[in-house]
């Protein structure tokens, strides 16, 4: 069953066609990696994806649901939850706070009751609580909980970005370059846990990343954008064969990920 289906986007910026009618559905449950050298697009359809940026023209459907011109709190409301390239966390905030931060949407309890502490407010934060400490322990992280996020190490504050999309409970994680900045080591823990995040917690993911490897061995489909169109859409196998994506990608120097 297709969860999310792109249709035709196109995002111009004063002159530069920054995506020029791309399309790719998203199957329910899958994890779908959108691969492209510097520049292709794939940070701009992140952002109309999570509604950062609207679509000059096009449609994005997640089920029936249209989401080109949702505000990105209205589509996170839908189940959409993202982690940003560049690690957006409250650094002075515990690993536990920062987590309760994704679960905001999920609060009933208003401002007020929960600041004067009534009893259901207590009762619901406790809920909450509980359920971020399981988080915590899914990401690997439970010996940490009380720790700020500042003083841990980047490996490690990359996972916490990971937990506070999951704490939000979403149906669809997009997760815009996960691995960036890491060693090896770190780099397959991280694929074994969004695997896991996928399998365990039936989540679709969608992820842009630059490094193939990566990709290859964690996505179920392929989409490559290169200056904004798409070029090839399918496996891992059926992608690596394309002549264009060779040509586009996959052809440049291994050593060299990205194209300057
Ligand atoms: N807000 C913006 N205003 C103007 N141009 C933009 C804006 N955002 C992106 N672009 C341009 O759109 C094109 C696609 O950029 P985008 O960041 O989506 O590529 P990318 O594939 O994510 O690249 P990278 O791998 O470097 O993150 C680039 O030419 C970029 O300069």
Excluded: W
Excluded at 116 to 135: D, G, K, N, S, T
Excluded at 140 to 161: C, F, I, W
Excluded at 174 to 188: H, I, K, Q, S, T
């Amino acid at each position: 069953m297709t969860l999310l289906e792109v249709t035709d986007v196109t995002v111009k910026f004063a002159g530069l066609t920054a995506l020029d009618k791309v399309g790719f559905t998203v199957e329910d449950g899958s994890v779908h990696a959108i691969l492209g050298p510097n520049g292709a697009g794939k940070s701009t359809c992140f952002n109309v994806l999570s509604g950062v940026y609207r679509a000059t023209s096009g449609s994005v459907r997640l089920g029936r649901r249209e989401l080109v011109g949702l505000a990105p709190h209205r589509i996170a409301a839908l189940g959409v939850a993202r982690t940003f390239q560049n690690i957006a966390l409250a650094g002075r905030l515990t690993v536990a706070d920062n987590l309760m931060l994704g679960r905001q949407r999920l609060m009933k309890a208003g401002f007020l009751s929960a600041g004067l502490r009534l009893p259901q407010a207590r009762r619901e934060e406790a809920e909450h609580r509980r359920r971020v400490a399981e988080i915590a322990e899914f990401i690997g992280l439970e010996d940490h909980l009380h720790s700020p996020v500042g003083v841990l190490p980047y490996g490690l504050r990359k996972r916490v970005e990971l937990g506070r999309a999951l704490a939000m409970e979403p149906r669809l994680l997009l997760l815009d370059e996960p691995v960036a900045g890491m060693n090896g080591g770190e780099r397959r823990e991280m694929a074994a846990l969004i695997r896991a995040a996928q399998r365990g917690l039936g989540l679709t993911v969608v992820i842009v990343e630059h490094d193939i490897g990566l990709v290859m061995n964690l996505a179920d489909r392929v989409t490559v954008l290169d200056f904004g169109r798409l070029i090839a859409t399918g496996t891992p196998a059926e992608v690596q064969r394309d002549p264009e994506v060779i040509r586009a990608y996959l052809g440049a120097d291994p050593q060299q990920e990205h194209r300057s």
